[in-house]
Nanobody, 119 residues
Framework: VQLQASGGGLVQAGGSLRLSCAAS????????MAWYRQAPGNKRELVAK???????NYADSVKGRFSISRDNAKNTVYLQMNSLKPEDTAVYYC??????????????WGQGTEVTVSS
């Protein structure tokens, strides 16, 4: 399963961006999809996660500013990022946990999309 992420870029503080990530295999059965980020010198951290049924989790640092959503029919996850801050600057990675028919549950990563927030 390949995850294709897009939507990153350069934005001024206070601005907005919307990230998208689509799973390539329509037969992929998704349990949860998430966005992680990694800033230079830092560990990769969970930003937001959405489970089947719609339950969501957010990092405290993005609560009230970021919103994760899914289009189940398209196996696509979105991250709407508002009120961006310079500390949101990072490479954002999408992740999907699910099962390809006939295989075990697995965790899959996208290639990353860079978000830069200028002050």
């Amino acid at each position: 399963v390949q995850l294709q992420a897009s939507g990153g870029g350069l934005v001024q503080a206070g601005g907005s961006l919307r990230l998208s990530c689509a799973a390539s295999d329509s037969s992929f059965s998704v349990n949860a999809m998430a966005w992680y980020r990694q800033a230079p010198g830092n560990k990769r951290e969970l930003v937001a996660k959405i489970f089947n049924g719609g339950t969501t989790n957010y990092a405290d640092s993005v609560k009230g500013r970021f919103s994760i959503s899914r289009d189940n029919a398209k196996n696509t996850v979105y991250l709407q990022m508002n009120s961006l801050k310079p500390e949101d600057t990072a490479v954002y990675y999408c992740n999907a946990v699910g099962r390809i028919p006939g295989s075990y549950l697995g965790s899959y990563w996208g290639q990353g999309t860079e978000v830069t927030v200028s002050s």
